[in-house]
Antibody, heavy 119, light 109 residues
């Protein structure tokens, strides 16, 4: 079964760090670019970051540039999001998703992990 | 960055047709994808390249385009279709600028 499973969410104080993980199974992980998408409570989906299959291309939404770092370990079928200098407005459910090609969109998603930034 | 505009809500009775629009100037040169999302669940890809259904998506879901407006149509809406629907677009980069519309809450009356 093709599957993405996120973990690592939790309650964290403003200014602290958290590392999210996404483990893939059921498909050839290194055939795909991977992305993080978040949903703030009561708001819509927001693209956060993307990484190419071999990590040579990476990008972030402006609001997290300089604070978040996306990475992947193809040997472990895993995607990561290192979140530093967390702010209250980073409180959200974070989803990972795969992309094979620009043409096909994000065709498989995880169920998300929740990050709450609060003192 | 740019914005994609969707109506905040659409309401229809079971069996009727729901249409959810997505508009934005960059859509003139970019494909649109549609996702269905229920709270606590993984988002589901409904449509790619404007109007192509992935395997397993019911035929009652269809997509169309007129210029810079792309429309998701649900023909014969069912109660189980009540969810949030998001359009998305991207430039040709596989890692950059994957912009979502604000989302549309579909209510089945």
């Amino acid at each position: 079964e093709v599957q993405l499973v996120e973990s690592g969410g939790g309650l964290v104080q403003p200014g602290r760090s958290l590392r999210l993980s996404c483990v893939a199974s059921g498909f050839k992980f290194d055939d795909y670019a991977m992305h993080w998408v978040r949903q703030v409570p009561g708001k819509g989906l927001e693209w956060v970051s993307g990484i190419s299959w071999n990590s040579d291309r990476i990008d972030y939404v402006d609001s997290v540039k300089g604070r978040f770092i996306i990475s992947r370990d193809n040997a472990k079928n895993s995607l990561y999001l290192q979140m530093n200098s967390l702010r209250a407005d980073d409180t959200a459910s974070y989803y990972c998703a795969r992309v094979y090609s620009y043409y096909y969109g994000m065709d498989v998603w995880g169920r998300g992990t929740t990050v709450t930034v609060s003192s | 960055s740019y914005e994609l505009t969707q109506p905040p809500s659409v309401s229809v009775s079971p069996g009727q047709t729901a249409r959810i629009s997505c508009s934005g100037h960059p859509l003139a040169n970019q494909y649109v994808y549609w996702y269905q999302h229920e709270s606590g669940q993984a988002p589901l890809l409904l449509m790619y390249k404007d109007n192509v259904r992935p395997s397993g998506i019911p035929e009652r879901f269809s997509g169309s385009r007129s210029g810079t407006t792309v429309t998701l149509t649900i023909t014969g809406v069912q109660a189980e279709d009540e969810a949030d629907y998001y359009c998305q677009s991207a430039d040709t980069s596989i890692v950059s600028n994957w912009v979502f519309g604000g989302g549309t809450k579909l209510t089945v009356l």
